[in-house]
Structures are given as C-alpha cells and as structure tokens.
C-alpha cells in the first residue's frame, strides 16, 4: 500500500512553487494525506493570508469528494446537481479550481491545494505537482524495497 510521505509532499511543494513562480504567481501550497490531513504547507512570500485556509481547503475537498475541486464549481451553481454542497462539511467543502487528489493504483492516497491566481492558474500549479507525484511513482516502482528484520534489501523488477 502507497503512504504519501513528507519527503514526497516537500518535493511536490518545491514543483508546486516552481511552476508558480514561472507563471509570476505567490502562492500558497497545501498538500494532504489520503485521510485529508495535513502533511506539508507552503506560503511563498507575498502570497495572500486568506489563501492559506483556501489551498488547505481545497487539498481536503479535492481527498474528501475523490475528484479535482474544479469538477465541482458547475455542478455547484444554483441548479446544479450539487448546489450547496460547499455549505456541507461545516463549510469545509471548496468549489474553486486549484484542489487534485493525487492516485496511486485507482486509490487517493492524498491531495494538493493551491490558491494563488485564477482558477485556471492555480489548476495549473497543481497541475505541475501532480504530474511530479506521476514521474516520482514511475521512479519509484522501478525498484521495490522490502525490509527484512533490521536489513533493508532493495530488488530491481
């Protein structure tokens, strides 16, 4: 079973800014657990405060409802098949682009929010984050490390 690791998430962090700064955007980075949890944050400087419960938001929204937050803002609208849903959850619930869930094997194992920019700025931040998350489980699966009592034995497939 995949656990996403701090390692991991300081690394989709690091992409996260990355790509960020590239589009001139302070951002703010939050990556969780596949229970919603916190695991790592970044504020970039000069990124807005109120985007720090937003990117956390949207990272728990995009585990919580097993979908990009994105999927959720039109289905949301007054009509839509989901209007009111960002009222449930004690408001946790976040309807603007910028929340994935990050998969491994068909399972969310976490997830990313960034608020920042625009909707579509801040899809494309996490956008960047996730694709890192995809090449670093290719990397990954390229060995497989089994521990054995105290020895850690490492076998190449």
């Known amino acids: ?13 690091e992409t996260a800014e990355h790509q960020a700064r ?7 980075v939050a990556i969780v657990d596949e229970g919603g949890n916190l695991i790592a944050f970044h504020r970039m400087d000069n990124a807005r405060i109120a ?3 937003i990117a956390i938001g949207k990272a728990w929204t995009s585990v ?3 979908m990009p937050t994105a999927n959720l803002a039109q ?11 960002n009222t449930t959850n004690q408001g946790r619930v976040v309807i603007l682009g910028g929340g994935i ?6 399972r969310v194992v976490g997830g990313i929010g960034v608020s920042g920019g ?24 390229q060995y497989l490390s ?4 105290t020895i850690q034995q490492s076998f190449t497939y």
């Open 101 to 106: 869930p990050l998969v491994h094997e068909g």
């Open 118 to 141: 625009t909707s579509a700025q801040d899809i494309d931040v996490a956008n960047a984050a996730v694709q890192a998350f995809e090449n670093m489980r290719y990397q990954e699966n």
């Open 64 to 66: 919580a409802m097993q």
């Open 1 to 13: 079973m995949y656990k996403l690791t701090l390692t991991a998430a300081k690394k989709l962090l």
């Open 51 to 53: 985007g720090i419960d």
């Open 75 to 85: 289905s949301a609208l007054p009509g839509g098949a989901t209007f009111g849903i």
């Open 22 to 28: 590239q589009m001139g955007l302070n951002s703010d």
């Open 146 to 149: 089994a521990r054995i009592g």
